[in-house]
């Protein structure tokens, strides 16, 4: 199996997360998104029509996308499931999954962010705000979430799930950038309680090979 990631990239850290919790090897392969790497013809052509960081390569089969990539490795290594099966608890860790997957990170990844200030032309401070504010607006709704259906040491009971492979990499990213993020008891708690974890800290940035 091979992993094609970014050492700072939140979604490639979500499969890193989840390819250790599973104990699965892997060849890391790593794609400079800072130089435009995920751009190059050949690496959108041959890995990731997305343009994007993470993918993961297993023989013939390529794929991109961390949501696919997790759902895909829970379908052919489903110990330990990160993706629940009974209907309501699979339902509520979609759901927090989503606030970060679809509500927080697409509006502050490094390309909306050059775009803000390449083309738009926003000051550093501009850029700064909408990034402090857009992590603000997110982690209270996956707050509001953990305080009426959270439960246990993880956002979702006893185990850790999709749910952590998502909110711990976003509390990351948002810190990195100077972000408070103390005031969201419950996601704090969660995430001291995964970083006390062999497996969140074997995938953390710092860690990977092309940490810079």
């Known amino acids: 199996m091979q992993l094609h990631s970014f050492f700072n990239s939140s979604t490639s850290y979500r ?13 890391y392969l790593p794609v400079d998104i800072r130089k435009g790497a995920h751009r190059a013809p050949d690496y959108v052509a041959g890995v ?8 993961i390569a297993e023989g013939d089969f390529q794929l991109g996308q961390s949501m696919a990539i997790i ?17 309501q608890a699979r339902a509520r860790v979609l759901e927090l999954s989503n606030v ?6 697409p509006v502050n990844n490094l390309r909306v962010l050059r775009y803000l200030q390449d083309v738009l032309k926003v000051t550093p401070e501009q850029k700064d705000a909408w990034y402090a504010h857009w992590v603000a607006d997110g982690l209270a709704m996956v707050e509001r979430l953990l305080e009426r259906h959270g439960h246990g040491a993880w956002c979702f009971g006893d185990a850790p799930t999709l749910a952590d492979c998502c909110l711990v990499p ?16 419950r996601i704090t708690r969660v995430v001291a ?3 006390a974890q062999p497996a969140f800290q074997a995938a953390e940035p710092k860690r990977q090979p092309d940490a810079a």
Not at 48 to 55: I, R
Not at 71 to 87: A, G, K, N, S, Y
Not at 172 to 184: E, K, L, V
Request: glycine fraction near 4%; aromatic fraction near 4%.
């Open 15 to 27: 499969v890193r997360i989840a390819l250790a919790l599973k104990g699965l090897p892997y060849d």
């Open 170 to 185: 976003q509390v990351a990213n948002a810190r990195r950038m100077g972000c408070d993020t103390d005031g969201f008891e």
């Open 100 to 105: 970060i997957a679809c509500d927080i990170h």
């Open 48 to 55: 990731n029509a997305s343009a994007s960081v993470p993918a």
């Open 71 to 87: 759902d895909w490795l829970d379908q052919v290594h489903p110990e330990p499931r990160l993706i629940p099966l009974q209907t």
């Open 193 to 195: 309680h995964a970083m």
